[in-house]
């Protein structure tokens, strides 16, 4: 099993920056995408962005390029999302997410909106993020 907790959520105005982390205990071997996903209030959980841990590679949704990066530390077992110029639509419960994939393009279909959330093994507990213009 793998368990994830995630960290660092709270309320900013708009234009303020969060990071957001995520850390991962058990078998942690067996996830090699790792990822972030958002839910608001009456909408779908969609994928924001996501990072295929064996290569580095890192994915990012449309409406957050440019201004959330995905990181890990090996080391620390944690993946972070930082989070800048932050939008009030960013308002949302942002969840950290781990999955087996058999390639990248897999771990960045989730952020296409491709990939089932069904597929996802793992999920953190989520923490909330505020934003107020």
């Known amino acids: 099993q793998v368990q994830l907790v995630e960290s660092g959520g709270g309320s900013v105005q708009a234009g303020g920056s969060l990071r957001l982390s995520c850390a991962a205990s058990g078998d942690t071997y067996r996830p090699n995408c790792m990822g972030w996903f958002r839910q608001a209030p009456g909408k779908e959980r969609e994928g924001v962005a996501t990072?295929?841990?064996?290569?580095?590679?890192?994915y990012y949704a449309d409406s957050v390029k440019g201004r959330f990066i995905i990181s890990q530390d090996n080391a620390k077992k944690t993946v972070y999302l930082q989070m800048n110029s932050l939008k009030p639509e960013d308002t949302a419960m942002y969840y950290c997410a781990a999955e087996r994939v058999f390639f990248g393009g897999q771990c960045r279909d989730h952020v296409l909106g491709t990939r089932i959330l069904g597929e996802i093994q793992w999920w953190g507990q989520g923490t909330q993020v505020t934003v107020s213009s």
């Open positions: 990072i295929y841990t064996g290569g580095g590679s890192t």
